[in-house]
């Protein structure tokens, strides 16, 4: 039997590095740039916690439309001569599609930690609210 070409189920040596440290030790990437995210419901409001350590309050944006809220960072990589860098400051951008209790002018946000928080107070479903709206972080 002739073989043509590479087998691609095979790993790269990089993809079991990746797969080993977790990182990709070859580009220096980390392999998830996806912040991690808590949402929380109680009988008054729902919660958004965001795991963005390193990032101020300035440095997030957070927005509605149409019913959709977007929690987003844009960082300009800096061109450093770095000997060894096991941290980054990645851009990200998460959306999430809200339930239609949410009370669209009452939500506030505060940043503390490194953890962003987003409180979205629930309305009585009789209610009219506007579909727009930029959140400022306390």
Known sequence: MKRNGWNNNLPTMENFLEEFFGDNIITNKPRFTNKKVNITENENSY??????????????????????????????????????????????????????????????????NGVLSVNLNKRKMNDDTTNSKKIDIK
Do not use: Q
């Open 47 to 112: 919660g958004i916690s965001f795991e963005i350590p390193g990032f101020s309050k300035e440095d997030v944006n957070i927005e509605l439309n149409d019913g959709i809220i977007t929690i987003s960072s844009h960082v300009e990589e800096t061109n450093e001569n770095y000997i060894t860098k096991e941290f980054t400051k990645d851009s990200f951008e998460r959306s999430f599609y809200l339930p239609e209790d949410v009370d669209l002018d009452n939500i506030d946000a505060t940043m503390e």
